[in-house]
């Protein structure tokens, strides 16, 4: 199913690209904005709120973005009302902040269970992040996590005709 968060989104996640890979992310993107919300930045500021705002915002859709199993409960604590799914989506980082350590597996073991059933009533687009380089590493998170979208960034940053690369992962 198509939505507004489809694979040729991306967002940027402090990488420094050349211009002319800005012309190619902005064609892919069709002008849609998109606001990354690491979960584990905002402890104290993570609230209906702060999502509300940041949903309410013409053409913005926010990705939040979690790395433990404590981050998705405290989004998924947000409810319906404010996890709008047309606006917001999952993101599902698979790199620990403390080691720098990445592991495809987080993805599956955050979205196992009850907090996959959630993810899945509220109808939520989830997004692997982190840790993607190969064709086998998005066909693992979608078979293992039935993830919907990807966010890449380290393994085409790294390459010189991004497009094509693009072309190859998916």
């Known amino acids: ?7 040729c989104s991306f967002a940027q996640q402090g990488y420094r690209l050349p211009s002319k890979d800005y012309e190619a992310i902005g064609k892919c993107s069709k002008g849609r904005k998109h606001f990354v919300l690491c979960v584990c930045l905002t402890p104290g500021l993570l609230n209906n709120h702060l ?48 080691t720098f350590k990445v592991e495809l597996a987080n ?23 982190s840790g993607i380089f190969t064709p086998d590493d998005v066909k693992f998170l979608y078979d293992s996590a039935g993830i919907g979208a990807i966010l890449v960034g380290e393994s085409l940053v790294k390459q010189e005709d991004i497009e094509a690369a693009t072309k190859a992962l998916l």
């Open 51 to 98: 999502i509300g705002v940041l949903s309410s915002i013409q053409g913005l859709h926010c990705i939040l973005e979690v790395h433990s199993v404590g981050e998705l409960e405290r989004v998924l604590e947000l409810g319906p009302e404010v996890l709008d799914s047309s606006r917001v989506a999952l993101g599902v980082n698979n790199r620990d902040l403390g």
């Open 1 to 7: 199913r198509r939505r507004t968060f489809d694979r």
């Open 107 to 129: 993805t599956n073991v955050l979205l196992s269970g009850d907090r996959k059933a959630e993810v899945d009533r509220l109808g939520l687009l989830t997004v692997g992040e």
